[in-house]
């Protein structure tokens, strides 16, 4: 019992992922990243009159989240640009938390859908985009 008590509260205790972003509405998000990242500020100059997004940037720039928002105002996707000296550390985090498809791609269920996890590495930077599955039919 007190396992999962202590498991129960760890989940509850844990740091905002991109993941959990996904079908949340904009102003959740908006607290969420103030409340448990508060090292990221929202980045106000991005504008784009063809997609609609939060951008969120470290005071050194070494990481940037977008966080795609659909007609209605709720999270989509997300993309989290890196430099590559978080590299390593994020693709053992990654496989840490699910099980990867092959090489650099990710796929679990939150929230009765299918997240699919990106890791694709550039010259200076890697991203890492979560986004819904897109289902055929």
Known sequence: MRTV???????????????????LAEQSIKEIMLSEKPDMAIDKMARNNTYR?????????????????NEKGRCKGVR????????????????GLYSPVDGNRWIYLAGGSEIEVILKRESW????TYEQTKHKG
Do not use: H, M
């Not at 997004?53 to 928002?69: A, G, H, P």
């Not at 590559?84 to 496989?95: A, H, I, P, Q, R």
């Not at 930077?125 to 890492?128: I, K, N, P, S």
């Open 53 to 69: 997004y939060l951008k969120y940037r470290t005071r050194d720039d070494s990481e940037t989240w977008v966080i795609f928002l």
């Open 80 to 95: 989290i640009t890196c430099d590559n000296g978080c590299y390593d550390k994020k693709l053992k985090e990654l496989n």
């Open 125 to 128: 930077f890697f991203t890492v």
């Open 5 to 23: 008590f202590a498991v129960i509260l760890l989940a509850l205790l844990a740091p905002a992922e991109a993941q959990e972003f996904i079908g």
